[in-house]
């Protein structure tokens, strides 16, 4: 079974700094997908940023990019330029390449509750 | 264009009562998932349903038990509620499931209280 692993329970930063939020999963499977989520107080689990494994580029979205390293089994966040809505808690999440008969469930870290100081 | 929806926002209920969760999809997709989150923790699977038929199951007892409409909409039944019951429920829809391409979107969530 997979797993997904956010080490930073918590972490701050200054507005217009940036912050990278770690990631580390456990699978057997050479095909699979990537996700962060953002959760804000709202509890709406919003897409930020997803990556596919077979692709090397590091996926990009405005201030949010990702450092994926597959042999090292890694997938960090970075936020630039903070603003303070990016408080949230974020989440790593894991989803195996899709299958006719698969369920496409996805498999969460614990998260990791991101503050912005004004 | 509308988001998910789920119904309803808050709901307390005592032990051993039984609780339906509702959900409705965006428009055009196809496929629902359920997920529990209990408070400080990741969301975990519990379903996941495509055009009507269970695709997926997480490791949930019996007492959890799911269905999809026609219109693709869900439901979520609980029944004996415990007290570990207590969490968030999301639901989330996506087009198929199938695609590498999918991406599930996430409804606002069901807080459940179980006293």
């Known amino acids: 079974a997979q797993t997904v692993t956010q080490s930073q329970p918590e972490m701050s930063v200054q507005e217009a700094e940036t912050v990278t939020l770690s990631c580390t999963y456990d699978t057997s499977e050479s095909d699979y997908y990537l996700f962060w989520y953002k959760q804000p107080p709202s509890r709406q689990m919003i897409l930020v940023i997803r990556q596919e494994a077979y692709k090397q580029q590091n996926a990009t979205e405005n201030r949010f990019s990702v450092n994926f390293q597959k042999a090292a089994k890694s997938f960090s966040l970075k936020i630039s330029d903070s603003q303070l809505g990016d408080a949230a808690m974020y989440f790593c999440a894991y989803r195996s390449f899709p299958t006719f008969q698969g369920a496409q469930k996805l498999v969460f870290g614990q998260g990791t509750r991101l503050t912005i100081n004004p | 264009d509308a988001g998910v929806t789920q119904s309803p926002t808050h709901l307390i209920k005592t032990r051993g009562q039984h609780v339906t969760l509702r959900c409705s999809p965006i428009s055009g997709h196809k496929s629902v998932s359920w997920y529990q989150q209990v408070l400080g923790q990741g969301p975990q699977f519990i379903f996941q349903?495509?055009?009507?038929?269970?695709?997926g199951r997480g490791n949930f007892p019996d007492r959890f038990s799911a269905r999809q409409f026609p219109n693709y909409s869900s439901e979520l039944n609980v029944n004996a509620l415990l007290l570990g019951d207590s969490a968030l429920y999301l639901c989330?829809?996506?087009?198929?499931?199938?695609?590498?391409?999918?991406?599930?979107?996430f409804g606002p969530g069901t807080r459940l209280t179980v006293l």
């Open positions: 349903y495509y055009e009507k038929e269970e695709r």
């Open positions: 989330a829809s996506s087009l198929e499931g199938l695609s590498y391409t999918d991406t599930q979107y």
